[in-house]
């Protein structure tokens, strides 16, 4: 019979030219006789105390292993920053860029819609190619400092009974009349061919439903003689065709509307960081309420538990300066992010490519990313003999260390390498993405045939992204990496 050993391993190991090296790692274990003969490191050592007796212990058939959290700020897929994806230099390692689409520049002619421009200019080809996600918003009325139109002009002539409009210098441009049959119709013809273009995969995975008013925020400067929102069952038409267009994507409202509770929808913010504009949209949120654009009673649902199921998203707030918000402000930045469960911001975002976006607040940068979304780990991982079927039976202990969950069920695997680590298989890990909430402990167990785990030097877990078919969540946990998958145990060649 084996004796029983209750053994702390210290591992140092070497960087690899395929991941991180490993950071402390503490392995904690009881000898499997088939499996784990010994755990080796690369150049480690070895500590192994005298035996103990404790009571409850595991059996000598069981392996268990304990893994440090991780402080670093990665770079996870579907949450962080999006900048705006016709800025390469600022979306660098970000795997969100954000797509602003103007009506006008899409369909020139009526029912004649052209994307290459859209494509070309916003480097497209080139962020699928590397894995990265889009937040779309499509926009009917975008103010700048000069006077023009964001729809087409054949639309223009066809309705033309909205207003054109400068109440400050910088914000001019034409407001429609959302309230036009005519315009309504076009506009679902619009998100139609919108859908069929960009909405047949994940590559579009946010979007935000715009549309309506100034940027696609549901609102108007109607103080400036602009016509109010119209009432909720006119809106209701310019949901409508959001949600056959898309439904590979998360659809998100500017405000929780009761078309937002009705859909489960997630929620934007355009004022993150603003801790006065902020606290009105969360009680929006906490509460619901009155839409004063359309002097609509009710027209707001109380949404608090939204963030668990749905997304919430937005962007910077412009009134406050980002170094502002990144170094005297930041614990209030943190604060309010973490009251939203934000899982992303742009376009406007921190870059720390000029003054105005951040230069010089990297530890504020890296803070906020950090903050932002899930962040998983695995806690601890117990490796349990079957010998009755074969197999093994592997129980990882997950937690999310984040402020959000996923809002995809992604593939999760164990990965097997040899010794060159070389990928042998791989095997799925019954854990559902979805639910691994912030604060909640998941217990996910898999059976493993016994010849896979027992060919594998390497046994490694990662997460993968369907649109690439590859590993690409980073888990907040202290491994060994190889590639985007993590090490939970090695095993003696010898």
Known sequence: MLRQYSMTVNIMHKQRHCGRGLKGRRVFCLLLPALLLFLAGCNGTQQRPEETEEEGAASAETAVYTYEASREAFYNPLIGFAPEADYEEAVGENTLVYLGILWKDIEPEEGVYDFSVVEENNHLKQWREEGKHVVLRFQCDKPSGEEHMDIPQWLYEKTGDGTFY??????????PDYSNPAFIEAHARAIEALGAYFGQDSFVSYVELGSLGHWGEWHVNYESGIVRMPKEEVREQYVQPYLSAFPNAKILMRRPFNTAAKYGFGLYDDTAGNPEATADWLDWIQNGGDYSQAEEEN??????????????????????????????????????????????????????????NGLGCEEGIDAARKK????????????????????????????????????????????????????LGRWPVEVNTTKLLPGETVISETEVPADLMERGIYVALGIEDPMTGQPSVHLAMETETIGLTHVLWERSSR
């Open 299 to 356: 027209a707001l649902s109380p949404m608090p538990d939204a963030w668990k199921t749905a997304p919430i998203g937005g962007e910077f707030n412009s009134d406050i300066p980002m170094p502002d918000m990144l170094t005297s402000g930041l614990d209030t930045t943190l604060s309010l992010l973490e009251q939203s469960h934000t899982s992303f911001l742009g376009p406007y975002c921190p870059t720390g490519l000029t003054e105005e």
């Open 166 to 175: 400068a109440y400050y210098s910088s914000h001019k441009g034409y407001s």
């Open 372 to 423: 932002l979304g899930y962040r998983f780990r695995v806690e601890s991982a117990s490796v349990e003999e079957l010998p009755e079927t074969s197999s093994y039976q592997v129980s990882l202990t997950w937690q999310n260390d984040g402020i959000a969950p996923m809002y995809w069920d992604w593939e999760v695997y164990l990965y097997f390498y040899d010794e060159e680590q070389t990928l």
